[in-house]
């Protein structure tokens, strides 16, 4: 079983930045795609961020240029990098990885870590 931590959340002034942590464990194979959502209240869940298994990423046209994913497969960790954040940004994130363990294939998403943007 592939289980996911997020860490980094918490509350930033509007301009600030934020690091996300999603950090798998279990006996993992291959990762073919790693990504962070988020979901606002009242609002509906939708894709910050994504990679790939080729390298390829994908940003939601409200963070380009602003915020940045990256990787870390020697630690089966993804990154979030928030900057020049805005209050509209308040929400919980959270991560998902799509791969392949001892089991077989499997999605897993970790429990979400609360931005809150506020001055």
């Known amino acids: 079983q592939v289980q996911l931590v997020e860490s980094g959340g918490g509350l930033v002034q509007p301009g600030g930045s934020l690091r996300l942590s999603c950090a798998a464990s279990g006996s993992i194979f291959r990762i073919y795609y790693m990504g962070w959502y988020r979901q606002a209240p009242g609002k509906q869940r939708e894709l910050v961020a994504s990679?790939?298994?080729?390298?390829?990423?994908n940003y939601a046209d409200s963070v380009k240029g602003r915020f940045t994913i990256s990787e870390d497969n020697a630690k089966k960790t993804v990154y979030l990098q928030l900057n020049s954040l805005k209050p509209e940004a308040t929400a919980v994130y959270s991560c998902?990885?799509?791969?392949?363990?001892?089991?077989?294939?499997?999605?897993?998403w970790g429990p979400g870590t609360q931005v809150t943007v506020s001055s």
């Open positions: 990679i790939s298994s080729g390298g390829s990423r």
């Open positions: 998902i990885i799509q791969g392949t363990s001892r089991t077989g294939g499997f999605t897993s």
